[in-house]
T-cell receptor, first 113, second 116 residues
Framework: GNSVTQMEGPVTLSEEAFLTINCTYT??????LFWYVQYPGEGLQLLLK?????DKGSNKGFEATYRKETTSFHLEKGSVQVSDSAVYFC????????????FGKGTKLSVIP | DGGITQSPKYLFRKEGQNVTLSCEQN?????MYWYRQDPGQGLRLIYY???????QKGDIAEGYSVSREKKESFPLTVTSAQKNPTAFYLC???????????????FGPGTRLTVL
């Protein structure tokens, strides 16, 4: 079956530090990959996505590259801000006729001034 | 102002009672979903619907029921058969169709259900 593994949190960084949140996956076929962000008490917002190998998704200074050879989709940002404090979810969907997203457990990021 | 609305934001229920969570979308999307989120866990799919009058069970459908009588509405009923219903419930919608595995799911703000 499909699965997503994210690095365990919480992650605490100082403002302007470099961020990496690791995400690896197991899937049949060639999945599309997503990063969602959840701010406290809110629903999920799509942060970025990539639909085929070597694609790079980017948004709001965040980037992630679809690496088929390592089955990874690590999230990076060069300089985090306090406003980036949230929970980040990696997710995948395959083209096997299902609309389902498979989520990782989430990584909580706290950025301190 | 397009989007997904869920109501209420907070809901309290006594044990043994059924309760219905509302989800409405004005995105004109065909597919809708219900997820459950527990602390420290990812989201787990309860039910999904690809078109009106059709829905499928997800990974944790036991103790839940849904209906899809209108394209814009996908209410979720948490029945008394759900043994541990206290959780955060999220509704989502996507355009579906031919681009089903690349399209984006858009989420509502969620409903936090607490069983007293």
């Amino acid at each position: 079956g499909n699965s997503v593994t994210q690095m365990e949190g919480p992650v605490t960084l100082s403002e302007e530090a470099f961020l990496t949140i690791n995400c690896t996956y197991t899937a049949t076929g060639y999945p599309s990959l997503f990063w969602y962000v959840q701010y406290p008490g809110e629903g999920l917002q799509l942060l970025l996505k990539a639909t085929k190998a070597d694609d790079k998704g980017s948004n709001k200074g965040f980037e992630a590259t679809y690496r088929k050879e390592t089955t990874s989709f690590h999230l990076e940002k060069g300089s985090v801000q306090v406003s980036d404090s949230a929970v980040y979810f990696c997710a995948l969907r395959t083209g096997a006729g299902s609309y389902q997203l498979t989520f990782g457990k989430g990584t909580k990021l706290s950025v301190i001034p | 102002d397009g989007g997904i609305t869920q109501s209420p934001k907070y809901l309290f229920r006594k044990e043994g009672q059924n309760v219905t969570l509302s989800c409405e979308q004005n995105l004109n999307h065909d597919a809708m979903y219900w997820y459950r989120q527990d602390p420290g866990q990812g989201l787990r799919l309860i039910y999904y619907s690809q078109i009106v009058n059709d829905f499928q069970k997800g990974d944790i459908a036991e103790g839940y029921s849904v209906s899809r009588e209108k394209k814009e509405s996908f209410p979720l009923t948490v029945t008394s058969a759900q043994k541990n219903p206290t959780a955060f419930y999220l509704c989502a919608a996507s355009s579906g169709g031919a681009h089903l595995y690349t399209d984006t799911q858009y989420f509502g703000p969620g409903t936090r259900l607490t069983v007293l």
